[in-house]
């Protein structure tokens, strides 16, 4: 749809505690019409495995990159 019609949809997560009905926001970013017909498939779920984790507050010790930001790792 995207490619041949210039309607995408909007992409996100789903909270592991929703238990609503998933919906799909999409954009015509085309100046023409475009009609969606029942049965058609306009969008695809990945499954993810969600892992809680437990923050723990405190400073983070020295690294090989340093402060070097985005690129620095010298890769």
Do not use: C
């Not at 749809?1 to 929703?18: E, Q, R, W």
């Amino acid at each position: 749809m995207a490619l041949k019609h210039s309607v995408t949809v909007n992409f996100g997560t789903i909270d592991p505690g929703y238990r609503g009905e998933i919906r799909v926001i999409m954009f015509n970013l085309s100046g023409a019409d475009y009609v969606i017909e029942k049965g058609d498939r306009i969008a695809q779920l990945v499954v993810a495995r969600y892992e809680a984790v437990e923050w723990e507050e405190g400073e983070l010790g020295d690294s090989v990159r340093g402060a070097g930001g985005f690129g620095s790792s010298g890769r």
